[in-house]
């Protein structure tokens, strides 16, 4: 899968209302763009708030009034309750991911785990799963790219149940392996890539009992 951008990343949470859902859970997180994101959006925290910009270097620019007003952004944060998790089987984007926690997050609870989600021992009922799978363009056969969709469909129901699953990607007959009816679905666009983002409510199967709670 291509990379997913921030902004977008953002806006498919914002769709999905993540910051109402009981925890978060990025089965394929890679880097961890959506988990960090989405402990953004549950700690009200504004983006770039401490960056530099350009309008800085503007003859009128006012330091005091960009100060007051970062402040108030900063006394509108709070502690998000929630667990999010990531999962990936790719162990050096999961050492990337903790790395930009450690650098940029060091206060948010995200737990990353490098292994495949298939062997992730979780529940997070009520929850919200996303995840950007692969698009089938490095994978191989299509027959292993609808696998992989199943099992992300399978997941989610095993997982979340009462809660939902949102899925974006440019692949649309790999979607409809997921075997699961979208509430809803959206075009968007991933850089130049036209994708689909799709929202689906999870009925599921329910908890299992050799799962732990997600924490």
């Not at 890679?30 to 960090?36: A, D, P, R, V």
Request: proline share 4%; with cysteine; aromatic share 8%.
């Amino acid at each position: 899968a291509a990379p997913i951008k921030e902004d977008l990343a953002a806006g498919i949470l914002l769709m999905g209302d993540a910051g109402k859902a009981e925890s978060l859970v990025d089965p394929m997180c890679g880097s961890g763009t959506f988990l960090f994101e989405g402990w953004m959006l549950r700690a009200r925290r504004a983006p770039n708030l401490n960056r530099s910009f350009a309008f800085q270097n503007w003859l009128d620019y006012d330091a005091e009034i960009h100060e007051r007003i970062r402040c108030e952004l900063r006394d509108a944060e709070i502690k998000p309750n929630g667990a999010i998790a990531g999962f990936d089987k790719d162990t050096a984007a999961v050492e990337q991911a903790k790395s930009i926690q450690e650098a940029h997050f060091s206060e948010a609870s995200i737990s990353f785990h490098a292994e495949p989600f298939q062997t992730a021992n979780i529940t997070a009922s009520g929850g919200l799963v996303v995840s950007n799978p692969p698009y089938g363009e490095r994978l191989g056969r299509d027959e292993d790219l609808g696998q992989l969709y199943r099992e992300l469909g399978e997941f989610a129901k095993g997982i979340a149940s009462g809660g939902q699953l949102l899925v974006f990607t440019t692949n649309r007959k790999a979607a409809r392996q997921i075997r699961m009816r979208a509430d809803r679905s959206w075009t968007l666009f991933n850089g130049a890539l036209e994708g689909v983002l799709y929202q689906y409510s999870i009925r599921g199967s329910g908890d299992h009992p050799d799962t732990s709670p997600l924490s």
